[in-house]
């Protein structure tokens, strides 16, 4: 009688493990294409049609999907009802940088629903990061309904994070080393909290949703005001290094006669591609990323089409090194390096055929990322969707309305 309890409860724990995989296959796979009808699911999923539209409903009635009307097909039988993520379900996201904070609101299907930028005149603290978190969320709270839920925050950090330890190990443009971020911002909002480097979140973006999305191998490479940041897909995994150390591309070495960098080394690729740098050239003051094209289209002054030509051909040794180590089939370019890509496309498509390895520099293509100013968003978004997204109906969520309530009573 004893062995045949225990073999139930064996069974049992079994069956809801085998549910609770079946849920985040079918929760990830809507959230990553937006949409998509049951006949997809079932085919993607490889289970049947009534497993899956139990699953479906049960996700419906967790609030985490939405079932539509079955778009019109001139196809033989009955259409099959269309799921999208639940509008509901957002995530909030914090990216640091040099001139302040980014905050956004992001929903499942990688949808950026609110993002605004707060620019500090000083230096930023991780209080200040949390203060203007918090702001943003007391500011933004008459945009959502009282039904929405929050999954938690990401954050997304211009250096080199410690993800065993929660804190900014290095972020050397901020002046910040071993911060322990994820910590202030959780006391400040008492929500979940998630963080990883803005460019390995980049990459997971434009994977997921942008440029790189059905690519198993992927480089990406990211210009800000902080530096160059990148991330790496290999075999359709992250590659992240000891500690999550991994993938600190913009620190290559591309000129040993260069400047000192931040990190204290001589002529790493941030270098010598560099927005600062085209910033003092144009003598326009700070150009906001975003207007780079606009600058670079109207071909102002010899002395930055020759800047430009000298960075164009720094970033294109600095990726030639980075296709013949990872042999990408794409390398995705982001930010200022977009750009700058943009502008001299031909000049760095020229470069690289001419200084990575033929067979590998022959089936690498090179392109701009699709998402621009949403891309880390939707990457730290991922962050704070990730508990969910791996069991959907037993990670808590909370309600925005108790979390104005909290935010507004802090002092």
């Known amino acids: 009688m004893g062995d045949e309890a225990s073999d139930r409860t064996v069974r049992g724990s079994r069956n809801e493990e085998t549910r609770q995989r079946n849920l985040s296959l079918v ?49 033989a039988g009955r259409p099959s009802p269309v799921v999208r993520p639940s509008p509901d379900v957002v995530a909030i996201t914090v990216n640091p940088d040099v001139a302040g904070v980014v905050c956004a609101v992001v ?25 203007l978190t918090k702001d943003f969320l007391d500011k933004v709270a008459s945009d959502f309904p009282s039904t929405t839920r929050v999954a938690g925050v990401g954050i997304a950090i211009p250096g080199i994070v410690d993800e065993h330890h929660h804190t900014v190990r290095e972020a050397p443009h901020l002046k910040w080393f071993d911060v322990p971020l994820v910590s202030v911002i959780e006391e400040e909002l008492t929500l979940p909290v998630r963080m990883a480097n803005d460019a390995t979140l980049g990459v997971m973006a434009e994977s997921m949703f942008g440029a790189g999305a059905g690519f198993d191998d992927v480089v990406y490479l990211n210009g800000s005001v902080s530096g160059i940041g990148g991330g790496v897909v290999t075999g359709g995994h992250l590659v992240k290094g000891v500690r999550g150390f991994g993938a600190e591309l913009g620190h290559i070495l591309v ?14 690729l941030e270098t010598e591609v560099n927005i600062q740098r085209i910033w003092e050239v144009a003598g326009e003051g700070q150009v906001a990323i975003d207007d780079l094209d606009h600058l670079y289209s109207l071909r102002a002054s010899a002395a930055l089409e020759a800047e430009l030509d000298r960075q164009a051909d720094a970033l294109a040794a600095g990726i030639a090194s980075l296709v013949n180590i990872f042999a990408p089939a794409r390398v995705i370019l982001g930010g200022h390096v977009g750009a700058l890509f943009e502008a001299r496309s031909e000049r760095v498509h020229a470069r690289v055929a001419a200084e990575a390895l033929a067979p590998v520099a022959e089936q690498v293509s090179l392109v701009r990322n699709v998402l621009r100013e949403r891309m880390v968003p939707i990457g730290a978004a991922q962050l704070a969707f990730a508990p969910l997204l791996a069991d959907p109906v037993n990670t808590p969520l909370f309600e925005w309305g108790s979390l104005q309530a909290v935010v507004t009573a802090l002092p």
């Open 27 to 75: 929760l990830s796979a809507v959230h990553s294409a937006a949409e998509l009808t049951r006949s997809d699911l079932t085919r993607l999923s490889g289970l049947n049609r009534s497993t899956v539209g139990a699953l479906v409903g049960d996700l419906v009635n967790a609030g985490l999907v939405v079932e539509a009307e079955p778009r019109a097909t001139h196809q």
């Open 107 to 131: 929903g499942l299907g990688g949808q950026v629903r609110l993002r605004e930028t707060f620019l500090t005149p000083q230096r930023l603290t991780a209080e200040d990061a949390a203060l």
């Open 255 to 268: 000129n040993p006669q260069g400047t000192v960098c931040a990190c204290r080394r001589v002529g790493c």
